[in-house]
């Protein structure tokens, strides 16, 4: 049981990081909540070394707005590297699109390809290629 002043003063930093969201993304409170939590920030937020919850609820926010968009960009380029595996797939198992996309989601390769993004965005075509088909089989 953590009683120490920083856990005390957690949930207000909390409802003034929700309400700073709230207001700036046009969100209900539960989206709110849902926004903040499944962040980086809020993790460091939780960590008694950080003390960021002596900074400003505005400059938290602003903190969690800079990793959102890191995290945007970031899914943008995962999103066209999903897209080229799709694409390429299609054509190299000379399947239709729909078959391609019921093959991802029953096996679990769109996981599979976010999950091993840094390594395979990488590598070429064809390496990409067997390590999809080498996965469905698996």
């Excluded at 400003?56 to 590297?81: A, C, R, V, W, Y």
Aim: charged share 30%.
């Amino acid at each position: 049981k953590n009683t120490s002043i920083e856990a005390a003063i957690m949930p207000f930093k909390v409802q003034q990081l929700a309400e700073i969201i709230m207001q700036q993304k046009q969100m209900g409170s539960e989206d709110a909540f849902a926004y903040l939590y499944h962040s980086d920030c809020y993790e460091i937020l939780l960590d008694e070394e950080a003390k960021l919850w002596y900074m400003s609820g505005q400059d938290i926010f602003e903190m969690l707005e800079e990793e959102k968009q890191s995290k945007s960009q970031d899914e943008g380029k995962i999103l066209l590297f999903l897209s080229f595996c799709l694409e390429r797939y299609k054509s190299h198992a000379d399947i239709s699109a729909e078959e391609t996309l019921f093959i991802f989601r029953k096996h679990g390769v769109f996981d599979y390809l976010r999950d091993c993004f840094d390594m395979l965005h990488a590598q070429g075509e064809d390496y990409i290629m067997d390590e999809i088909e080498l996965f469905v089989k698996k």
